[in-house]
């Protein structure tokens, strides 16, 4: 499994946390690469090949689209569908995006290769094993993250890279 980023977003819509891994190389696959556009690709926050005047999207613009994004489309399901529908993953050709709202409010966001099955599951074990222990519980780590003030606990990055690098592949 690839998993390109991971953003925690707190209930005032701030970024308070996020991870890029860097894309490995797949030496098994007989697959030529797959061809990638002038847009910038939301995947991994690389510009793609071509200049025509575009520039790389900054991290603070990655994280401002990625939540525009589980936004509205958060908003939509719940109008099309009803109070009881959720929205849970969507898929593009480049990447999956999947989502996971606490109950208070944190938004957890992965995006990872498009065969990915629905990690709604393995989001909820990194809130509850990995942020609730190392973060909340952390009498060192603020309860608001104003003004830009993000996570910033060694243990729970530890145990995120742990776990997506080691446990997910």
Same mark, same amino acid.
């Given at each position: 499994?690839?998993?390109? $980023?991971?953003?925690?977003?707190?209930?005032?819509?701030?970024?308070?946390?996020?991870?890029?891994?860097?894309?490995?190389?797949?030496? $098994? $696959?007989?697959?030529?690469?797959? %061809?990638?556009?002038?847009?910038?690709?939301?995947?991994?926050?690389?510009?793609?090949?071509? /200049?025509?005047?575009?520039?790389?999207?900054?991290?603070?613009?990655?994280?401002?689209?990625?939540?525009?994004?589980?936004?509205?489309?958060? &908003?939509?399901?719940?109008?099309?569908?009803?109070?009881?529908? &959720?929205?849970? $993953?969507?898929?593009?050709?480049?990447?999956?995006? @999947? *989502?996971?709202?606490? %109950?208070?409010?944190?938004?957890?966001?992965?995006?990872?290769?498009?065969?990915?099955?629905?990690?709604? @599951?393995?989001?909820?074990?990194?809130?509850?094993?990995? *942020?609730?222990?190392?973060?909340?519980?952390?009498?060192?780590? %603020?309860?608001? @993250?104003?003004? /830009?003030?993000?996570?910033?606990?060694?243990?729970?990055?530890?145990?995120?890279?742990?776990?997506?690098?080691?446990?997910?592949?």
């Amino acid at each position: 499994m690839v998993v390109y $980023s991971f953003y925690i977003f707190d209930r005032h819509a701030e970024c308070i946390y996020k991870k890029h891994w860097p894309p490995r190389p797949t030496s $098994s $696959s007989n697959r030529p690469p797959r %061809p990638t556009s002038d847009t910038s690709e939301l995947s991994n926050g690389v510009n793609g090949a071509g /200049g025509g005047g575009r520039h790389a999207l900054s991290a603070e613009d990655d994280a401002k689209l990625i939540f525009g994004t589980i936004f509205s489309l958060r &908003n939509m399901v719940r109008k099309l569908g009803g109070p009881d529908d &959720n929205f849970i $993953s969507y898929r593009t050709s480049q990447y999956k995006l @999947h *989502y996971y709202e606490t %109950p208070t409010n944190l938004k957890f966001v992965m995006l990872t290769d498009t065969r990915m099955i629905n990690l709604r @599951h393995v989001l909820n074990q990194i809130y509850i094993n990995l *942020y609730v222990e190392f973060v909340v519980k952390n009498p060192l780590s %603020p309860v608001e @993250h104003p003004g /830009g003030v993000g996570v910033n606990c060694e243990m729970f990055e530890a145990g995120l890279d742990q776990f997506v690098t080691r446990d997910m592949s």
